[in-house]
Nanobody, 116 residues
Framework: QVQLVESGGGLVQPGGSLRLSCLAS????????MAWYRQVPGKQRELVAA???????NYADSVKGRFTISRDNARKMVYLQMNSLKPEDTAVYYC????????WGWGQGTQVTVSS
């Protein structure tokens, strides 16, 4: 049984930074591409950033240059460093593997609120 546990969200002012963490237990973590997603009420969940097992990264245009995804395979952790945050980054953030979302389900997510 895979468990995804996200943490690190909070309230931050525009221009501020946050670092999100995700623990993916119960799986051979290192073999999977991992990603961060976000969702606001009434909208579809969107992929924000992804990192392959080999460390190649990809970002949504809206966060390119501001967010950095990384992973620690030994700890089964994936991180999202978010800088220069904007109000439009406000959402619940989730981690998952793009090819395993049905099999793994979703964690509880972590709320990020960017507001002055």
């Amino acid at each position: 049984q895979v468990q995804l546990v996200e943490s690190g969200g909070g309230l931050v002012q525009p221009g501020g930074s946050l670092r999100l963490s995700c623990l993916a237990s119960g799986t051979i973590f290192s073999t999977y591409t991992m990603a961060w997603y976000r969702q606001v009420p009434g909208k579809q969940r969107e992929l924000v950033a992804a990192i392959t097992s080999g460390g190649s990264t990809n970002y949504a245009d809206s966060v390119k240059g501001r967010f950095t995804i990384s992973r620690d395979n030994a700890r089964k952790m994936v991180y999202l460093q978010m800088n220069s945050l904007k109000p439009e980054d406000t959402a619940v953030y989730y981690c998952n593997s793009p090819t395993r979302t049905t099999a793994w389900g979703w964690g509880q997510g972590t709320q990020v609120t960017v507001s002055s």
